[in-house]
Each structure stands twice: as structure tokens, then as C-alpha cells.
């Protein structure tokens, strides 16, 4: 153990009520870590906004999760201990290194933390990602609470250099985003460890990487013992009438809704400890196995010949809790609480002043075909807009649309759109992919100078970095139009997300070009630029023909039957003010009572309000 892991049981150490990802950072903090990167996501974003309040750490947003656990093996091979996080998908772009590291091992501990997310709160699958530590062959641990968040990132990294490998630590939203008390310990500062060069360990030519693979199941030999006798797995004897597998959140559910079972607490799932859950089962009549999404546990101990339930009783979709177990093995019937009566829905939509917002009403409008992408944006597929028609990864908005326009009616193409964090993280190669291969496709990149869904994290079109503040930077590293350019695209157009008929004239003007395009719609995210332009009013011109609710704005409502503008929440963007067909909506000045009609005189056009 380090210096840092015998500080935690000191008592004389304050306590700190930490979030998992604040543990998880807190814990590599204590391990000694000098380098950690990721790429903002749900529900990891936290680990690497906590990780950059620590000077000693070196703390990046990388652009993607690839380039993520590429830097961090980087610093790892130098001789330092590196972390990478990312959310579950995340894995997914990050899977070519991390089969590769698996074999080439490490220098300096490496500790890959994977936050999956069952119950998709914010993604698009609830993909089980122990399955790719079995794939992979690289260990995993797992948590149930803070606390053991931030000692198992500080034994994942003694693992990581005692058997020279990767080490997978998995969170759920639950672990993630849930606090508890922890007791922290000092930071341990590990000696760097000297860099040899040995291109047979890092280089995976196949002549080396053959050798490689050999080391590692020999590794992996190793690591299974270590599993069998792990010292954080527990056996939890109660009554011997029925025993419980279960591991990470699903522990705690566990334990609440089945305090009578005894338990087998899996800390170590893979390499998965069969010996000690084969003991475990020997002592109970009836064995049961609680875990969320896929059947991981239970395929494992059913391999091993012993009789077990779990996914007979259990679904494979959405979160496990307390309630759900009871129903489920013990067949009780809580009481359910309907929604409180008088509340109204409260679908996801568009902040306020949002500058997404008018690209995606005149996409709805004109009923494009939209591929779409992964960011805030997302929420164009629901109501009111229904203005896009696919949503499936990172980047697969232009190379979907590519692909539907090879196929398409010129008067049917489909449009790609994509956020400016998107864009760096996967939308360069289906740039490069549309002008090499001669595609007609039009590229929306909805620039809003952040990476808005996850917490308002700068990317490399922003002008800022981790730990800084907007407008730090003159100019963003990345200037988007010319590096379209660079790649190709001749037609690259700069509109202002406001200037609805400027936004109409540039897609109408490219959708059936029959050459790429890209149209950089650029407006500040309201959540980053606070700023408030002035408040608009609907005057007695109206006739109630709702058009203006088709901007799904929050500030648009109505009050005793007529449509108003709540002065509190709108942030004076003016795209009301442009689509409404009778002009009355208008700028408030302070002679406007908080409802009513807009003063005589004005004559400042829907633009002019823009700008």
C-alpha cells in the first residue's frame, strides 16, 4: 500500500462530503497522479473539473476519449502516474488504445475510469462496460460509495504498476453523482519512474505485439489470484436461505431492500473471482444475482456450473433501486406516489435566448431532412420542433447525411448539423471523408463557443481552457471556417444565429448546391454570456395565432388567455420577434407596464433587435 492509502485511516483526518467524482479525483490526487485528461461527458464530467482544482495535476479536455487515454498512456510510458475518465461511450472512441495498452502494459500506473450510465439520463445506449474489461483483459474495480471511489483509484494505480497493465475503475450516475463522507489522507509522491526504451514492450509491430499478447494472459494469470483474494470483496453472511452476488451501486440497493440475505460483495469483477464466489454459493440454499443492465455476474457464475438467478427477475433496461428489488425477488407492492396534481410537465427544452433555437424552428419548418448530432441540440427531435431524424454517435451527422445524399433526390438531401465541440472531436474526418469522396452535402455547425450539454467546458473553438474563463484567449485555437477551408470546402459561410432570414438565405442557398458546404451558425451559449439584450413585449396587435409557441422559448406563455413574454426570463434575442406574422411582438422600454401593449413609436425592425 502507499503512504497516501495508510494515511486514511488516520484518525485524526478531517472528513469531506464528496460526490463520487469529486472522490475519484480526490483519490488520484493521493495517488500521486501528474497527468489527467478526458472529454466532457455525463456522468464523469465532474472527475476532471474537480481534478483541475489540484496544481500539482496536469489536467487537459482532450478533444476526443481516444486522444484522452493516447496522452495519458503517453505520460504513463514517461514514467508519471496518468488517469483518463470519460463516460461510457466514451470507451467506444477510446477502444483502439485501450486493446493496445492492454499488451504494451505501462511505466508509470495508468487508471482508466469508465462512468457507464444506466437509465440513459443523458446518452444513447446504457452499453455495459465490463464487458470491455473481459475484451480487453485489462482489471476492473468498482465502487458502491465515495468513499471507496477514492481508495480504489489509489489501489487501481499499485495494481496498474505491480502487474504492468491498464486498470479499468467503473462508476455508474449513482456513484458519480451521489455524496457521502469520505476521509481523505495526504498526497503520496510517488518517484518518477525512468523511461528505457524498449520498443518490443511499447512498439505493437506484430512480431512485438505476439510476444506482448503471451505477457499478458500470463499478467491476467496473475491478476486472477489477486481477484480471488481481493481484500475489498466480503462475504456478508446472514441467513442461509438465500445469498446475493451484486457489486457497485447495486450493493447499496441491495442492502437496503434485502437486509436479511447474505451478500457477496464483488469489489474486483474482472478478472471475475469464481473461486470466491464458488465458496460463497457452497453456504447458501439459494443463490441470486442483482446487477443492472447486462446478465455480466451471472453469465460468469452460470460458467461455472452453479445454479443462479438474476435476469429472470431483473430487466436489462434503465437503474436498479431498493423499490425495484422488493417488487421483484420479494414480490412486495410499495405503495405508489402519483405526480403531485396542479404540476405541469416539464419536458427538456431550450434555455431562454437559446441560439440553437431559430435554426432548428426553420429546419422544423421547412421539414428538411436533418441528421443530427450529440450535444444540447439533440432536443430539435422532439416537439415542437421535429426538426431531425437521426441521432446515433460522435461525428455521424455529416457522414450519415453523406451517406443518405448518395441516394437522395437532389430536392430531398439531407442536411448535416453539428455542434462546435462535436466538430472537433469527430467531425473533421467526415470533412475530409465529404470532399474526398465528392459529397453534395450541406454542413450546419451550430457555433455556440462551448461544450454547452455537459457543463459549459471549453474545446479548442472556445477561448478558453480548463481552469480559465471565457475571453482569456483572443481567439479560439481552432478557427472552424478556416480549417474547413484547409480541407477543402470552398463554400464556408459565417451567419449570426439571430438573423433568421441571413440563416434561411444561407441553407436555401446550399441544401441542393450539388458541392459541400458549410454554414457556421455562431451565437453565444446564454448559460456562458449572461448578457441581456433587453426584454421584448407582445403588444395589442396580437392574434393569438401562436406561431411564436413553435419556438418552444420559455419565456413565451400565456396569461388569461392571451399570449404573453415573461420580462424575467427573456434575454432579448428577438427571434420571436422575427417569425411572428403580425409584427407584434416588439422591444420593451421602461413606459411598458408587465403586460400590455408595446409603446407607440416603436419602428426598430426584427434585425435591428438582433444586432
Same mark, same amino acid.
Given at each position: 500500500?502507499?503512504?497516501?492509502?495508510? =494515511?486514511?485511516?488516520?484518525?485524526?483526518?478531517?472528513?469531506?462530503?464528496?460526490?463520487?467524482?469529486?472522490?475519484?479525483?480526490?483519490?488520484?490526487?493521493?495517488?500521486?497522479?501528474?497527468?489527467?485528461?478526458?472529454?466532457?461527458?455525463?456522468?464523469?464530467?465532474?472527475?476532471?473539473?474537480?481534478?483541475?482544482?489540484?496544481?500539482?495535476?496536469?489536467?487537459?479536455?482532450?478533444?476526443?476519449? %481516444?486522444?484522452?487515454?493516447?496522452?495519458?498512456?503517453?505520460?504513463?510510458?514517461?514514467?508519471?502516474?496518468?488517469?483518463?475518465?470519460?463516460?461510457?461511450?466514451?470507451?467506444?472512441?477510446?477502444?483502439?488504445?485501450?486493446?493496445?495498452?492492454?499488451?504494451?502494459?505501462?511505466?508509470?500506473?495508468?487508471?482508466?475510469?469508465?462512468?457507464?450510465?444506466?437509465?440513459?439520463?443523458?446518452?444513447?445506449?446504457?452499453?455495459? =462496460?465490463?464487458?470491455?474489461?473481459?475484451?480487453?483483459?485489462?482489471?476492473?474495480?468498482?465502487?458502491?460509495?465515495?468513499?471507496?471511489?477514492?481508495?480504489?483509484?489509489?489501489?487501481?494505480?499499485?495494481?496498474?504498476?505491480?502487474?504492468?497493465?491498464?486498470?479499468?475503475?467503473?462508476?455508474?450516475?449513482?456513484?458519480?453523482?451521489?455524496?457521502?463522507?469520505?476521509?481523505?489522507?495526504?498526497?503520496?509522491?510517488?518517484?518518477?519512474?525512468?523511461?528505457?526504451?524498449?520498443?518490443?514492450?511499447?512498439?505493437?509491430?506484430?512480431?512485438?505485439?505476439?510476444?506482448?499478447?503471451?505477457?499478458?494472459?500470463?499478467?491476467?494469470?496473475?491478476?486472477?489470484? $489477486?481477484?480471488?483474494?481481493?481484500?475489498?470483496?466480503?462475504?456478508?453472511?446472514?441467513?442461509?436461505?438465500?445469498?446475493?452476488?451484486?457489486?457497485?451501486?447495486?450493493?447499496? =440497493?441491495?442492502?437496503?431492500?434485502?437486509?436479511?440475505? +447474505?451478500?457477496?460483495?464483488?469489489?474486483?469483477?474482472?478478472?471475475?473471482?469464481?473461486?470466491?464466489?464458488?465458496? #460463497?454459493?457452497?453456504?447458501?440454499?439459494?443463490?441470486?444475482?442483482?446487477?443492472?443492465?447486462?446478465? #455480466? $455476474?451471472?453469465?460468469?457464475?452460470?460458467?461455472?456450473?452453479?445454479?443462479?438467478?438474476?435476469?429472470?427477475? $431483473?430487466?436489462?433496461?434503465?437503474?436498479?433501486?431498493?423499490?425495484?428489488?422488493?417488487?421483484?425477488?420479494?414480490?412486495?407492492?410499495?405503495?405508489?406516489?402519483?405526480?403531485?396534481?396542479?404540476?405541469?410537465?416539464?419536458?427538456?427544452? #431550450?434555455?431562454?435566448?437559446?441560439?440553437?433555437?431559430?435554426?432548428?424552428?426553420?429546419?422544423?419548418? %421547412?421539414?428538411?431532412?436533418?441528421?443530427?448530432?450529440?450535444?444540447?441540440?439533440?432536443?430539435?427531435?422532439?416537439?415542437?420542433? =421535429? /426538426?431531425?431524424?437521426?441521432?446515433?454517435?460522435?461525428?455521424?451527422?455529416?457522414?450519415?447525411?453523406?451517406?443518405?445524399? %448518395?441516394?437522395?433526390?437532389?430536392?430531398?438531401? /439531407?442536411?448535416?448539423?453539428?455542434?462546435?465541440?462535436?466538430?472537433?472531436?469527430?467531425?473533421?474526418?467526415?470533412?475530409?471523408?465529404?470532399?474526398?469522396?465528392?459529397?453534395?452535402?450541406?454542413?450546419?455547425?451550430?457555433?455556440?463557443?462551448?461544450?454547452?450539454?455537459?457543463?459549459?467546458?471549453?474545446?479548442?473553438?472556445?477561448?478558453?481552457?480548463?481552469?480559465?474563463?471565457?475571453?482569456?484567449?483572443?481567439?479560439?485555437?481552432?478557427?472552424?471556417?478556416?480549417?474547413?477551408?484547409?480541407?477543402?470546402?470552398?463554400?464556408?459561410?459565417?451567419?449570426?444565429?439571430?438573423?433568421?432570414?441571413?440563416?434561411?438565405?444561407?441553407?436555401?442557398?446550399?441544401?441542393?448546391?450539388?458541392?459541400?458546404?458549410?454554414?457556421?451558425?455562431?451565437?453565444?451559449?446564454?448559460?456562458?454570456?449572461?448578457?441581456?439584450?433587453?426584454?421584448?413585449?407582445?403588444?395589442?396587435?396580437?392574434?393569438?395565432?401562436?406561431?411564436?409557441?413553435?419556438?418552444?422559448?420559455?419565456?413565451? +406563455?400565456?396569461?388569461?388567455?392571451?399570449?404573453?413574454?415573461?420580462?424575467? $426570463?427573456?434575454?432579448?434575442?428577438?427571434?420571436?420577434?422575427?417569425?411572428?406574422?403580425?409584427?407584434?411582438?416588439?422591444? /420593451?422600454?421602461?413606459?411598458?407596464?408587465?403586460?400590455?401593449?408595446?409603446?407607440?413609436?416603436?419602428?426598430? +425592425?426584427?434585425?435591428?433587435?438582433?444586432?
Amino acid at each position: 500500500m502507499t503512504e497516501a492509502t495508510e =494515511n486514511m485511516s488516520d484518525k485524526r483526518k478531517g472528513l469531506m462530503f464528496l460526490s463520487g467524482n469529486e472522490a475519484v479525483a480526490r483519490g488520484a490526487w493521493e495517488a500521486g497522479v501528474k497527468v489527467a485528461t478526458s472529454y466532457p461527458g455525463t456522468p464523469a464530467t465532474e472527475i476532471l473539473e474537480a481534478l483541475g482544482g489540484y496544481p500539482e495535476v496536469d489536467c487537459e479536455w482532450s478533444v476526443n476519449e %481516444k486522444v484522452a487515454l493516447e496522452v495519458a498512456a503517453g505520460a504513463s510510458m514517461a514514467g508519471v502516474r496518468a488517469l483518463a475518465s470519460m463516460k461510457q461511450v466514451g470507451v467506444n472512441v477510446a477502444a483502439d488504445p485501450l486493446f493496445s495498452t492492454a499488451y504494451t502494459g505501462v511505466n508509470g500506473g495508468l487508471v482508466i475510469v469508465t462512468a457507464d450510465e444506466p437509465g440513459l439520463h443523458s446518452s444513447q445506449n446504457e452499453q455495459d =462496460n465490463r464487458y470491455y474489461a473481459k475484451a480487453a483483459e485489462i482489471p476492473m474495480l468498482e465502487p458502491t460509495d465515495s468513499q471507496e471511489c477514492l481508495e480504489f483509484v489509489k489501489i487501481a494505480f499499485d495494481i496498474s504498476e505491480q502487474y504492468d497493465i491498464p486498470v479499468f475503475v467503473r462508476l455508474t450516475t449513482r456513484i458519480c453523482h451521489s455524496k457521502s463522507v469520505v476521509r481523505p489522507g495526504k498526497r503520496f509522491e510517488p518517484t518518477r519512474k525512468q523511461y528505457v526504451k524498449q520498443a518490443r514492450k511499447f512498439s505493437m509491430v506484430p512480431s512485438n505485439a505476439v510476444q506482448r499478447h503471451f505477457d499478458l494472459e500470463r499478467r491476467l494469470t496473475r491478476l486472477e489470484a $489477486l481477484a480471488n483474494t481481493f481484500e475489498h470483496n466480503a462475504h456478508e453472511m446472514r441467513s442461509l436461505e438465500v445469498g446475493v452476488v451484486t457489486s457497485g451501486i447495486s450493493y447499496r =440497493n441491495v442492502r437496503e431492500a434485502l437486509p436479511d440475505f +447474505s451478500v457477496c460483495k464483488i469489489a474486483m469483477t474482472w478478472p471475475f473471482p469464481g473461486q470466491f464466489v464458488r465458496n #460463497f454459493a457452497s453456504q447458501v440454499k439459494k443463490l441470486y444475482v442483482v446487477e443492472e443492465n447486462m446478465p #455480466f $455476474l451471472e453469465e460468469e457464475i452460470a460458467a461455472l456450473g452453479i445454479p443462479v438467478e438474476g435476469k429472470q427477475q $431483473l430487466l436489462r433496461v434503465g437503474e436498479l433501486s431498493a423499490t425495484t428489488l422488493r417488487r421483484r425477488i420479494l414480490h412486495v407492492s410499495p405503495g405508489q406516489k402519483g405526480p403531485v396534481e396542479g404540476l405541469p410537465p416539464r419536458p427538456p427544452q #431550450f434555455c431562454p435566448g437559446c441560439s440553437h433555437r431559430g435554426i432548428f424552428y426553420m429546419l422544423g419548418k %421547412k421539414k428538411f431532412v436533418v441528421s443530427g448530432d450529440i450535444g444540447c441540440y439533440g432536443l430539435a427531435s422532439l416537439p415542437p420542433y =421535429n /426538426a431531425m431524424d437521426s441521432l446515433i454517435c460522435m461525428g455521424a451527422s455529416i457522414t450519415m447525411a453523406h451517406g443518405f445524399n %448518395k441516394v437522395s433526390d437532389p430536392n430531398d438531401r /439531407a442536411v448535416a448539423v453539428i455542434g462546435d465541440s462535436t466538430f472537433v472531436h469527430s467531425g473533421l474526418t467526415g470533412i475530409a471523408n465529404l470532399v474526398y469522396n465528392g459529397g453534395v452535402t450541406a454542413v450546419i455547425v451550430l457555433d455556440n463557443g462551448v461544450t454547452a450539454m455537459t457543463g459549459h467546458q471549453p474545446n479548442p473553438a472556445s477561448t478558453w481552457k480548463l481552469g480559465g474563463k471565457p475571453g482569456d484567449m483572443p481567439k479560439p485555437t481552432l478557427d472552424i471556417e478556416a480549417v474547413c477551408r484547409a480541407m477543402g470546402v470552398e463554400d464556408v459561410t459565417v451567419v449570426d444565429a439571430y438573423d433568421m432570414a441571413a440563416v434561411d438565405r444561407a441553407i436555401e442557398g446550399r441544401k441542393s448546391s450539388g458541392r459541400p458546404a458549410v454554414i457556421i451558425v455562431r451565437g453565444p451559449c446564454t448559460m456562458v454570456d449572461r448578457r441581456r439584450r433587453g426584454a421584448y413585449m407582445v403588444s395589442g396587435d396580437c392574434v393569438r395565432c401562436r406561431t411564436c409557441f413553435k419556438l418552444g422559448c420559455p419565456a413565451i +406563455s400565456v396569461e388569461e388567455d392571451a399570449v404573453a413574454i415573461l420580462e424575467f $426570463l427573456c434575454t432579448g434575442c428577438g427571434i420571436c420577434a422575427q417569425v411572428c406574422p403580425k409584427k407584434a411582438i416588439r422591444k /420593451a422600454c421602461d413606459s411598458f407596464p408587465d403586460k400590455g401593449k408595446a409603446a407607440a413609436g416603436e419602428d426598430e +425592425s426584427p434585425a435591428d433587435k438582433v444586432k
